[in-house]
């Protein structure tokens, strides 16, 4: 098998790890501070998606929806249909 040539992209990455290293404390703690600012939407939608599916899984386990059958729909849909769930022959062994 062939490889592209990734050495452009290690040596850029090796030259930000040195830019980096060459900030002061203050400038490494501002820049942590910008990337948890642009990661706050992504975390909260985390968030509500997991108590999503807490809700779910404990409204299962005390009876309401019935069988496991179920459950496994309800993850399907919660996982927003992973690779594997796209399979007709998974799909059709579950309904």
Do not use: T
């Not at 900030?23 to 997991?50: H, T, Y």
Request: charged share 40%; with cysteine.
């Amino acid at each position: 098998m062939i490889y592209p040539d990734i050495s452009d992209i290690l040596a850029r990455k090796e030259e930000q790890r040195r830019a980096v290293r060459r900030r002061s404390f203050g400038e490494k703690i501002a820049m942590l501070e910008r990337m948890r600012e642009r990661l706050a939407p992504l975390k909260r939608l985390r968030e509500e998606r997991r108590a999503k599916q807490k809700a779910r899984r404990q409204s299962h386990s005390s009876g309401e929806e019935g069988s496991n059958r179920n459950c496994r729909i309800d993850a399907q849909d919660s996982l927003g249909a992973a690779p594997g769930w796209r399979s007709p022959s998974l799909r059709s062994a579950l309904e």
